[in-house]
């Protein structure tokens, strides 16, 4: 893969670490970076090779949002409804990727993420970001609607309906440690820090078995939006069931009684 690529994937054992790679332009979606970030999503729900995904941006900043100087913003702004849809459609299918695949994805978060990228960041499973991350949903800011991309269902059930009203109406910033305290980030740490602390997290999912973290993210995503307490305990228990005929399961049960760690297979 060339450097001037927009989308750069490092390969580190079972996870991958993925960049998005438009410095120059603060990382802002075009259409070579959509395509490639929606491609990539959406090929990762059959994959087994990859346990996790790590998402973070080169330069000073983790996304800026649509490229408003791009293709892509003047065909939605230009071209007709049809071709409008057609762009609205490549941008929010990256977020229904994200959510859909099995992989657990950990955004690494510095500077500038706004408008969908902060929706990006949204729709990974874990946030760390620095103390200079600066968030926003700044749609409304240019004449559109504050709810974009995924955003009006993610940002209420991560911190609440009343303080994602506050943002998603105003597009206004949201500073890294307001998002701790909402418990929108997992960790707030030292530009220097951010991979280390992504590795600890990481070290903590690959000691699991696979098959059991690609089904605990999708019964966490099953039981955000179950209807009842009981749908969302009839997903654990098929789960549970399904896992517990796995040999994983034995190898953690004797390892626990053996007093060891256990000794999971890795894909």
Request: proline share 5%; hydrophobic share 45%.
């Amino acid at each position: 893969m060339t450097t001037d690529a927009p989308l750069l994937i490092e390969r580190r054992g079972d996870v991958e670490w993925v960049t998005l790679n438009r410095p120059g332009r603060l990382n802002a979606l075009d259409d070579r970076l959509t395509a490639e970030l929606r491609d990539y999503f959406e090929r990762l729900y059959r994959r087994r090779d990859c346990r996790i995904v790590v998402l973070r941006g080169a330069g000073r900043a983790f996304c800026a949002g649509l490229d408003l100087a791009s293709d892509q913003a003047r065909r939605f702004a230009e071209g007709g409804l049809a071709e409008a849809m057609d762009v609205q459609r490549d941008i929010r299918d990256i977020m229904l990727a994200m959510r859909r695949c099995p992989q657990p994805i950990l955004a690494l978060m510095h500077g500038a993420a706004a408008g969908g990228g902060f929706v990006l960041a949204l729709a990974a499973d874990i946030r760390i970001a620095t103390p200079d991350t600066r968030m926003n949903a700044a749609f409304i800011k240019v004449g559109l609607g504050g709810c974009d991309v995924g955003a009006s269902y993610l940002l209420p059930r991560l911190i609440g309906a009343s303080p994602a009203a506050s943002i998603l109406f105003t597009g206004r910033d949201l500073s890294a440690d307001r998002a701790l305290t909402l418990g929108l980030l997992s960790d707030v740490v030292a530009p220097e820090a951010l991979e280390s602390t992504a590795e600890a997290y990481l070290a903590a999912m690959r000691a699991t078995a696979p098959e059991a973290l690609r089904m605990t993210k999708q019964c966490f995503n099953h039981s955000l939006d179950a209807p009842s307490f009981e749908a969302a305990l009839a997903m654990e228990d098929r789960n549970q069931l399904l896992l517990g005929n796995e040999p994983a399961f034995r190898e953690g049960r004797t390892a626990f009684l053996e007093k060891r760690a256990p000794r999971f297979d890795q894909p």
